[in-house]
């Protein structure tokens, strides 16, 4: 599915087609909690060499996660704020393409979206519904 999307302020805007808008994750890990200021992350998958940017270029913050010790980026407006996308900082070994994980907010098409599973449920705030209809991982896919 083709889609476009932006940050709040209009300064990064960017296309890419998804693999499947109805595969979209939500992550309710404490990293996720404090980077969207919110209970939890909205993300959708697409290859790195179908994304890209058509204004602006977004700030990157390194993020080193805590369990693993990999390093993902954090790609934002450095203007606005708004999340635009995740990844991982290396690229695969395999040489496939780097996924990105784009905050399903910025979509155009975020109400085509929908979530398939959430991660990171042992983290979820109390007061966040069980959403017992979606494959539900305790961590990220244990």
């Known amino acids: 599915m ?3 999307g932006s940050c709040h302020c209009g300064a990064i805007r960017y ?7 109805d595969k979209a994750s939500i992550c309710h890990c404490t990293d996720c909690q404090a980077l969207t ?6 993300t959708v998958g697409a290859p790195e060499n179908k994304f890209r940017l058509t204004a602006g270029e977004p700030r990157i913050y390194v993020k080193t996660t805590a369990d693993s010790g990999a390093k993902r980026l954090q790609a934002f407006c450095g203007d606005c704020g708004s999340p635009i996308y995740a990844t991982s900082a290396e690229p695969p070994a395999d040489g496939s393409p780097r996924r990105f994980g784009l905050r399903v907010g910025t979509l155009r098409q975020r109400r085509s979206i929908g979530p398939a599973k959430q991660i990171w449920r042992k983290s979820a705030l109390p007061w966040v519904p069980p959403m017992a209809h979606l494959e539900t991982f305790a961590e990220e896919n244990d």
């Open 15 to 21: 296309e890419a087609e998804i693999d499947d808008p």
């Open 2 to 4: 083709k889609i476009d």
């Open 37 to 42: 200021g919110s209970a939890f992350s909205v």
